[in-house]
């Protein structure tokens, strides 16, 4: 509070005056607000040279969040009064409104005018950075377009928090609804889209909305699961806690605590599943932090006793998290492009949106700021992007008579992130084609420590979602079946909007059983295994181990292309390379036996790519059990 201090400081004020300006600052620490902004506007005109009214009309327009008007006043007192506080408080304000350069003068200023504290000058030094790098942003600006949903979702009430499907077909956001005679409170509402009708008019999620506040959700790529925040429930650990719910036969059950060790006595929020379902992300105040609200992260380890189980949460890293508040976490469908709000990354002000990117060994890129204008001197957050990479949504309260609304808008092609599809996989049994719940595993086969695993349900069903671009192992394996094999090779022109489908034939393990292989990769026209068949070779080792009365037949398959006689010969040394590689691992000669077939047992045509493809093959045949 500035205007105390100086009360009665010009001895050329009247007493009349003097008597109105206590009755002013009296009114002011009673909150008595309009009063006191009446009585020192009249002060300032009367006697324009007194100057304590005006320091405490920016105390008034201070409390108040009218920093504009704060500014005015403050620089109507500023030439008279040598105090750097002033000065500072000029800067501040001029910072969280945007006058950037104004904002960068004044900094200077106090930290000529004033002893600062090594601490406190290094924060300074920090904002009038900001300061620099917001000039330079709003000379070029990113594109920016953003368009405000219809009124099927929009309403007069605050919609905010939206999350997206991976089909990009579901929209689930939080709704703060404004009931006469009730309490506000927050409640989900999802919206279906139409290619022909756009997005339907949103409906509350009965299951999971109650007469408490429900937000700051996510959906799983599989649409199974939401994740969600709730705070001071009976249940609870700590002021607010993450919850989940899980759809079944189109319904959602009554949402669950995920419990310790992801929530603490502490603040847990704002969740992001990965696409992959290994990393839970959230935002929390919880101990061990770099600052004062962090982002973490906690892998999903299965279920037990119906229950979620998490890792312990680690913290992301100096990369992401600061001394200030990093919050509103969202992790690609890519699991690459990472997005988050800071208020001390160097920024426009407030809370900025911020880009890094997950690398090969599990950290994070450095932060990068979005840029202006989706970054402005106000507070920017709840940013997710679409599955292709195309399309960003966020909440703005950029209509006052509609309040926070959601907005879309196109990312520029360098801001989009790598896009992605997916398989919708169905397993069963080969014999009785009875569903089977599989383990399913997705190796990227250029970082194979990036891979994932997904469990198929009770129906057999399971969906699986990889960026394009890259190739990769897919393997589905279960206790008393051969394991099924394939591979994806992605190329840019993949599109979520035409996902996989892929049926899966599980074969139970009994003499005569065959399964392909097709992860298993050899050098052109060579024997010589190359580094990208690891996953499965430890695959087939793995299986061998648990199977371990099993005899099997090692057999390597080509296709038409060359003579037949070096395409046996070929296959045969393939087999043995396969057979040896067996034995460095573990698994006794005497279970083995390796058998070239050369182009004689083609699965497919040899007249196409993909035909070929299929006929180059490694097999594992079962001659004994």
């Given at each position: 509070?500035?205007?105390?201090?100086?009360?009665?400081?010009?001895?050329?004020?009247?007493?009349?005056?003097?008597?109105?300006?206590?009755?002013?600052?009296?009114?002011?620490?009673?909150?008595?607000?309009?009063?006191?902004?009446?009585?020192?506007?009249?002060?300032?005109?009367?006697?324009?040279?007194?100057?304590?009214?005006?320091?405490?009309?920016?105390?008034?327009?201070?409390?108040?969040?009218?920093?504009?008007?704060?500014?005015?006043?403050?620089?109507?007192?500023?030439?008279?009064?040598?105090?750097?506080?002033?000065?500072?408080?000029?800067?501040?304000?001029?910072?969280?409104?945007?006058?950037?350069?104004?904002?960068?003068?004044?900094?200077?200023?106090?930290?000529?005018?004033?002893?600062?504290?090594?601490?406190?000058?290094?924060?300074?030094?920090?904002?009038?950075?900001?300061?620099?790098?917001?000039?330079?942003?709003?000379?070029?600006?990113?594109?920016?377009?953003?368009?405000?949903?219809?009124?099927?979702?929009?309403?007069?009430?605050?919609?905010?928090?939206?999350?997206?499907?991976?089909?990009?077909?579901?929209?689930?956001?939080?709704?703060?609804?404004?009931?006469?005679?009730?309490?506000?409170?927050?409640?989900?509402?999802?919206?279906?889209?139409?290619?022909?009708?756009?997005?339907?008019?949103?409906?509350?999620?009965?299951?999971?909305?109650?007469?408490?506040?429900?937000?700051?959700?996510?959906?799983?790529?599989?649409?199974?699961?939401?994740?969600?925040?709730?705070?001071?429930?009976?249940?609870?650990?700590?002021?607010?806690?993450?919850?989940?719910?899980?759809?079944?036969?189109?319904?959602?059950?009554?949402?669950?605590?995920?419990?310790?060790?992801?929530?603490?006595?502490?603040?847990?929020?704002?969740?992001?599943?990965?696409?992959?379902?290994?990393?839970?992300?959230f935002s929390s105040n919880r101990a061990g932090g770099k600052g004062l609200k962090d982002i973490w992260r906690a892998e999903f380890l299965g279920f037990k006793r119906g229950r979620i189980k998490w890792g312990e949460p680690e913290n992301l890293g100096?990369?992401?998290?600061?001394?200030?508040?990093?919050?509103?976490?969202?992790?690609?469908?890519?699991?690459?492009?990472?997005?988050?709000?800071?208020?001390?990354?160097?920024?426009?002000?407030?809370?900025?949106?911020?880009?890094?990117?997950?690398?090969?060994?599990?950290?994070?890129?450095?932060?990068?700021?979005?840029?202006?204008?989706?970054?402005?001197?106000?507070?920017?957050?709840?940013?997710?992007?679409?599955?292709?990479?195309?399309?960003?949504?966020?909440?703005?309260?950029?209509?006052?008579?509609?309040?926070?609304?959601?907005?879309?808008?196109?990312?520029?092609?360098?801001?989009?992130?790598?896009?992605?599809?997916?398989?919708?996989?169905?397993?069963?049994?080969?014999?009785?084609?009875?569903?089977?719940?599989?383990?399913?595993?997705?190796?990227?086969?250029?970082?194979?420590?990036?891979?994932?695993?997904?469990?198929?349900?009770?129906?057999?069903?399971?969906?699986?979602?990889?960026?394009?671009?890259?190739?990769?192992?897919?393997?589905?394996?279960?206790?008393?079946?051969?394991?099924?094999?394939?591979?994806?090779?992605?190329?840019?022109?993949?599109?979520?909007?035409?996902?996989?489908?892929?049926?899966?034939?599980?074969?139970?393990?009994?003499?005569?059983?065959?399964?392909?292989?097709?992860?298993?990769?050899?050098?052109?026209?060579?024997?010589?295994?190359?580094?990208?068949?690891?996953?499965?070779?430890?695959?087939?080792?793995?299986?061998?181990?648990?199977?371990?009365?099993?005899?099997?037949?090692?057999?390597?398959?080509?296709?038409?292309?060359?003579?037949?006689?070096?395409?046996?010969?070929?296959?045969?040394?393939?087999?043995?390379?396969?057979?040896?590689?067996?034995?460095?691992?573990?698994?006794?000669?005497?279970?083995?036996?390796?058998?070239?077939?050369?182009?004689?047992?083609?699965?497919?045509?040899?007249?196409?790519?993909?035909?070929?493809?299929?006929?180059?093959?490694?097999?594992?045949?079962?001659?004994?059990?």
């Amino acid at each position: 509070m500035l205007s105390p201090v100086d009360v009665y400081s010009q001895s050329d004020i009247s007493s009349k005056t003097r008597k109105q300006f206590e009755k002013a600052r009296k009114s002011y620490l009673m909150l008595n607000y309009d009063e006191a902004i009446e009585i020192s506007e009249k002060l300032v005109k009367k006697s324009p040279g007194f100057f304590d009214a005006s320091l405490l009309l920016a105390d008034i327009y201070n409390e108040l969040d009218s920093t504009k008007l704060e500014i005015v006043y403050l620089k109507k007192a500023l030439p008279y009064y040598n105090k750097p506080v002033i000065l500072y408080r000029l800067a501040e304000a001029s910072y969280s409104v945007g006058l950037y350069n104004e904002a960068i003068v004044a900094y200077q200023k106090y930290l000529q005018e004033a002893k600062v504290a090594e601490i406190r000058k290094s924060d300074i030094l920090r904002k009038i950075e900001s300061c620099k790098f917001a000039v330079e942003a709003k000379k070029h600006p990113v594109k920016f377009q953003p368009k405000r949903l219809n009124e099927k979702i929009n309403t007069t009430n605050d919609e905010y928090w939206p999350s997206l499907s991976l089909d990009q077909k579901e929209l689930v956001f939080t709704r703060l609804l404004k009931e006469k005679g009730r309490v506000p409170h927050e409640d989900f509402f999802v919206s279906d889209y139409n290619e022909k009708y756009g997005w339907s008019l949103a409906r509350p999620i009965v299951e999971i909305n109650t007469s408490k506040n429900e937000g700051a959700q996510t959906l799983s790529a599989n649409g199974r699961f939401l994740f969600f925040t709730a705070c001071n429930r009976a249940d609870g650990h700590g002021s607010c806690d993450i919850y989940y719910s899980e759809k079944t036969g189109g319904k959602w059950s009554s949402p669950k605590n995920i419990g310790a060790p992801v929530n603490s006595k502490s603040w847990e929020t704002q969740p992001s599943l990965s696409s992959d379902n290994r990393y839970l992300y959230f935002s929390s105040n919880r101990a061990g932090g770099k600052g004062l609200k962090d982002i973490w992260r906690a892998e999903f380890l299965g279920f037990k006793r119906g229950r979620i189980k998490w890792g312990e949460p680690e913290n992301l890293g100096d990369s992401i998290n600061t001394p200030g508040n990093e919050i509103s976490p969202f992790i690609h469908a890519n699991n690459i492009d990472f997005y988050f709000a800071s208020d001390y990354h160097c920024g426009m002000g407030g809370f900025d949106l911020f880009t890094a990117t997950l690398k090969p060994d599990n950290t994070f890129s450095e932060a990068k700021n979005m840029g202006y204008p989706i970054n402005t001197s106000e507070d920017e957050q709840g940013l997710i992007i679409s599955a292709d990479g195309t399309t960003a949504f966020f909440s703005s309260a950029r209509d006052r008579e509609t309040g926070l609304d959601i907005y879309t808008f196109e990312l520029s092609e360098k801001m989009r992130p790598a896009p992605v599809t997916y398989a919708r996989v169905k397993v069963f049994d080969a014999d009785t084609k009875r569903p089977v719940e599989a383990n399913i595993e997705l190796v990227n086969l250029l970082f194979p420590a990036q891979k994932r695993t997904e469990t198929a349900n009770k129906k057999g069903d399971a969906l699986l979602c990889f960026p394009v671009g890259a190739n990769y192992a897919f393997n589905v394996s279960e206790p008393g079946y051969m394991f099924y094999s394939r591979s994806f090779q992605l190329d840019n022109t993949a599109s979520v909007f035409k996902p996989y489908t892929i049926k899966i034939k599980l074969q139970p393990i009994k003499t005569g059983a065959e399964m392909n292989l097709y992860n298993i990769y050899f050098e052109t026209d060579s024997f010589s295994i190359l580094k990208e068949s690891e996953p499965e070779l430890q695959k087939l080792v793995a299986f061998l181990k648990i199977n371990s009365s099993l005899t099997v037949e090692v057999q390597g398959h080509t296709d038409n292309s060359g003579s037949s006689r070096k395409n046996l010969t070929l296959s045969e040394m393939r087999a043995k390379s396969v057979e040896k590689y067996l034995v460095q691992n573990g698994i006794s000669t005497r279970r083995l036996h390796a058998v070239g077939y050369g182009e004689t047992r083609p699965v497919a045509t040899n007249k196409t790519k993909e035909g070929r493809k299929l006929n180059r093959r490694t097999t594992i045949k079962i001659v004994s059990k």
